[in-house]
């Protein structure tokens, strides 16, 4: 069935360096969306992006949406210690509007 | 605007009891969906109802259910309740079904003994 794979699954940096997760899906999506889990949180809304192509910044955080929509990425640039946590994609398929999720990246950074 | 509430925040069962969660969406939302989550996993989806009907289901047993009323609230039921079933449930409401932003609630958590 239609899946998004998400990778890495974790990623360990030091603050100051940069972090990315990759989306990629097996069909094409009419939309990505991006979330951000703190831990013992809950899923918060970051970001949509809609266009073949788009590219969206928010402060240090670059997302990017792909030609074929079918994968994207999000770039964090100089972590910091408040962007500990998962984050997750999640794009809809136009067939039935269900949102198929990527399994999360979660950010650790080192001490 | 208040967010979405799900209650309860924290229980406890036993294998083999049944268990009711709550969510109330944002107002004006009337699209819900439900996700368990548990440690260190992503987010499984269990089902979406817009309209008081359901119109996705994930791949769970026929143990998990819900419903959505008419002023858009939302229930899911876990029957026969399994040690496996201890979990994060996440309730969200969107204001469409095709491009909407999910609004999550805090959860409740669920610890089967």
């Known amino acids: 069935g239609q899946q998004v794979m998400q990778i890495p699954q974790y990623q360990h940096v030091q603050e100051g360096e940069d972090f990315t997760t990759y989306c990629n899906s097996s069909t094409t999506l009419s939309n990505i969306q991006w979330y951000k889990q703190r831990p013992g949180g809950h899923p918060v809304f970051l970001i949509q992006l809609v266009k073949s192509g788009e590219v969206k910044k928010q402060k240090r955080l670059t997302f990017q949406f792909g030609e074929a929509k079918k994968n994207s990425s999000l770039h964090i640039t100089a972590t910091q210690t408040t962007d500990v946590g998962t984050y997750f994609c999640?794009?809809?398929?136009?067939?039935?509007?269900?949102?198929?999720w990527g399994a999360g990246t979660k950010l650790i950074i080192k001490p | 605007k208040a967010g979405v509430t799900q209650t309860p925040r924290y229980l406890i069962k036993t294998r083999g009891q049944q268990v009711t969660l709550s969510c109330s969406p944002i107002?004006?939302?009337?699209?819900v969906s439900w996700y368990q989550q548990t440690p260190g996993q992503g987010l499984q989806f269990l089902f979406e109802?817009?309209?008081?009907?359901?119109?996705n289901k994930g791949n769970f047993p026929g143990r998990f259910s819900g419903r959505q009323f008419s002023n858009s609230r939302s229930e899911m039921n876990v029957s026969t309740l399994e040690l496996g079933d201890s979990a994060l449930y996440l309730c969200a409401s969107s204001m469409d079904r095709a491009t909407g932003e999910l609004f999550f609630g805090e959860g409740s958590r669920l610890t089967v003994l």
């Open positions: 107002s004006g939302h009337r699209s």
């Open positions: 999640a794009g809809h398929r136009d067939s039935n509007y269900q949102l198929i």
């Open positions: 109802y817009f309209s008081e009907t359901q119109r």
